[in-house]
C-alpha cells in the first residue's frame, strides 16, 4: 500500500492538467474590423483579427471586464463586480499602453458599452437601472441619464 501511494505522489505532476484560460466575458469590433477588442478576468485585449496577433494586453482591469466597445480609435473597457461601481476605462487604438481617461460609469456593474457612429459619445448600461451618455473627450460626468427602467440594462 505504501508503494501506491508514493507511486500516486510521483506521478501527480505528470497527472495535474493546466488549469483552462479565464473566459472571455465581452468582445466587440472595430467598425473597419481591423481590430477586435476582447476581455476575461482583470484583462483586456486589443487583437489583430486577420493574424490573431493580440497588439495589447491591456491588465489591471477592476475585477471582470463586463463590456467593451471600440471605434477605429477608441477602445472602452468596462469591468468591475457586483454590487459596487462599475468603472470605464478608455485607451487610443494606436498606442493603447495606458488609459486615457477612467471613470465610475454606473452605481453597481456595467453590463453595456457602445459609441455613437461619429465616435464622441459613449453610452453605459448596467445593473443600476441607468443608460448614461459620456463625451468622449471629456467623461467626468454624463451628458444624459435615461432612467426608470423596470430592471438592469443589459
Known amino acids: 500500500m505504501r508503494h501506491l501511494l508514493s507511486l500516486a505522489v510521483a506521478l501527480l505532476p505528470a497527472?495535474?492538467?493546466?488549469?483552462?484560460?479565464?473566459?472571455?466575458t465581452a468582445a466587440a469590433f472595430s467598425p473597419d474590423g481591423k481590430s477586435l477588442a476582447a476581455g476575461t478576468r482583470g484583462v483586456a485585449y486589443l487583437i489583430d483579427p486577420a493574424t490573431s496577433e493580440v497588439r495589447a494586453e491591456l491588465p489591471d482591469q477592476t475585477q471582470r471586464v463586463t463590456a467593451v466597445a471600440l471605434t477605429n480609435d477608441t477602445l472602452a473597457v468596462a469591468s468591475?463586480?457586483?454590487?459596487k461601481s462599475g468603472v470605464v476605462k478608455l485607451y487610443a487604438v494606436k498606442d493603447p499602453g495606458k488609459p486615457s481617461a477612467t471613470f465610475t460609469a454606473h452605481k453597481d456593474a456595467v453590463y453595456a458599452a457602445a459609441f455613437s457612429p461619429d465616435g464622441k459619445t459613449l453610452a453605459t448600461a448596467g445593473y443600476?437601472?441607468?443608460?448614461h451618455l459620456w463625451d468622449v473627450a471629456s467623461p467626468s460626468k454624463p451628458l444624459r441619464t435615461l432612467t426608470d427602467h423596470s430592471d438592469a440594462v443589459y
Open 128 to 131: 443600476d437601472r441607468a443608460i
Open 15 to 24: 497527472l495535474a492538467v493546466a488549469a483552462p484560460p479565464p473566459p472571455v
Open 80 to 83: 468591475g463586480e457586483p454590487g
